[in-house]
Structures are given as C-alpha cells and as structure tokens.
C-alpha cells in the first residue's frame, strides 16, 4: 500500500465494513462564502463541480495566500442542523496531531542540548529492554521518521472492539507490556513503516519527561507560545456547541475520540480551520526561539526514499511529509492528513511560496476521489 493511503487512516487497519452498508453523503446547499472576492468565486466553482463526490456532512476549509486567510464552511456540522462550519468549528484532526507531537519532541531535545539522534531508552521505564535491531538502538529520529520498525500499532491493541473506546482503555501499562517483547520488523532507518504506534509512544515520553499529560504539554510548550487558543489535546477545554458532529462510514454519528491515553501522540488533538492557519503561518514563518528552532528542523527531510501512487510522491520530514503532487509538479508541500471515528482532515503548506491549505470533513471515509480531485484544484488555485 502507498504511502498516501497509509497516512489518511488512523483507524482503517481494523474497521471492516460490507460495501453494501456504506451511506454515501452529500452536503446540503448551505455555506457561509461570501463570494465577494475573486478567491471567493473560484473556490466555490471549485467546490459545486466536486460536491457531490465528497462524500461528507460537512467541510471546513482554510487558506493562506498572499498573506492572507480565507475561510470557507460547505454543508452541516451536524444533519439537519442547519449550522454550517466555520473557522473556528471544532474537528478532530487525527494524524496531524504527529506534526505537533513531533515539535514537541524535537523541542525537548533543544531544551536538553540534544539532538534527534538521542536514544530512547533513557526516557522510557529502566525495567524495559532496549529497543534495537541487529545492535541499532531505536532514536527520535526513527520514531519521527516512521523508519523504527515498529509495527503500526501494538499487537495488545483490541482490533476487533471499538477503536475510540479501545484508545481509551490503551494506557501506559498496556504500551509497557508490549514494549518488553516488542518485535522491531527491519533495521531502524533502513524502510518506512507508519507507525502509530512509534509516534504514541513519543507522546508518553513527551508526558514522563516533563511529569504532566500530554495535553498540558501541548498547552504549555506549543499551543500558548504561537497563540494557538482553539488547539487542545483535552476535549474538556472545548464547548460542545462549537463542535461538528463527526460520522461515521456508515453515515452514523461517530462518539468523540476524547482520549488517546497513551497514545495520544499519534492523534487525539482538536483543533478548528482558524487556528490550523495559524498554525500553518507559524511554520512558515517561525519565532526566532527555541520551538521556532524546533519547527524548522521537523521540515528537513530525513529518510530520502521517495513513496509513489499515481499521482504524488512523498519522503519522510519529522512528523511532516514532503509531497510532490504530480498536478502541481512546481509546488513542494509539507503535509499530513488524519482521520478518526468520524473525521478526516488534509494540511498542506508550500514553505517557499508561503501558502496553506486547510481540509477539515466531519465524515471518516477511505479513499474519496472527489477528495482528492477537490485537492489538486485548489492546491492549483494557491500555485496561481
């Protein structure tokens, strides 16, 4: 499987549903752009031509161009309410929350003169083994790199229960108790595996080393500093009414995935289109400090082989992917997408050009073309 498609799943290694059952959605005809601008037009005609392939309640969209933001809500938070997303609706963003997570980390070892070739055993219990594979030590740059060989999640994970609840019931004495006999597959940075798995883990130590949970790590070393006010990994923090419903495949409210546990890493950050922008303008353009140290690195890429499909090619940042979108061959993109129960979200930034792109869809879906075809044209429209 490629790249592309291993990335847009948090869930869909262990969700197994007839095609027969799956709703396909449309949104309704509401939306809050204004078409006031030439930006406004061409969104929407790009939206009315794709609609009816997205395959969703709802989209929240985010741009950045030319230094400036514009935001777009299609469709319902919620059937038949009526609500149409805006830039400060509350998603679940999945996967993306590996970006921040590896910030974090990265972070951390600036804090302690460190670099991403730091080992991980020091931050992990003493009582577990290393973890190495032919005398290669697992680092943060392995783990960071979805290049440590670790399995995608831990084979203590319940596959066949509810993935949110199962999250939920995933704490630190479960993730230790793999990790004593944890099976590396392949020489650490020698072949990418995305791991889930390998990037929860990151968030524990995250949460050993500074002895607060991840969310409080979050808040204090990231989110406060770049001003990000709609970005939590708690979902106390947020109002309910703020909220889009997420669905699922079959076209069914989703529960919230509330809690990772120790996983959290991996994907349990909330966030809104209005905070994903800026936090797209503080990677293109960093604070002169230690985190804005942090975030340049976490661009670099690392591990070189390129990933392929039809249509793009990816290599391995830190938390990030390069991405090279053959439609848009000029452009070169840092990106991640995630999906949980009942979200999917895409993000996009060309470093050099200083543009962003922001999908938030409150339905969990596989492999939508219409998404992708979505994509590609508005990618176009920042290249323009």
Known sequence: MNRIKKVIFLTFAYITVSACSLKEDIPVELTNNTLSSEM?????????????????????????????????????????????????????????TKTFTSILATNMLLEQGLDIEQTIKPYLPNNLPKLNRNGIELNFKHLLTHTSGLSRMPNNFNLSRDAGKEFADYDERHLYAFLENARIHADPFTQYAYSNLGMGLVGTILKRNYDIGYSKVLQQKLTNPLGLNNTTANFAETAIENWAMGYNLKGKESDYWKTLNALDGAGVIKSTAGDLIKYAEANINPPETMLGEAIRLTHKVYFKEYETNDHTKTRNCLGWFEYINDNVPNETFRHHNGATGGFNSDFFINLENQTALILLFNKNVAGVDGRQALITELLHLLSE
Not at 43 to 69: P, Q, R
Not at 72 to 92: A, C, H, I, N, V
Request: net charge negative.
């Open 40 to 96: 406004d037009i061409a969104v929407d005609e790009i939206y009315i031509t794709h609609k009816d392939n997205l395959n969703t309640v709802g989209i929240s969209i985010g741009m950045l161009k030319n230094g400036e933001t514009h935001f777009y809500g299609y469709g319902e938070t919620k059937k038949g309410s009526g609500l149409t997303p805006t830039k400060d609706t509350f998603f679940e963003i999945g996967s993306i």
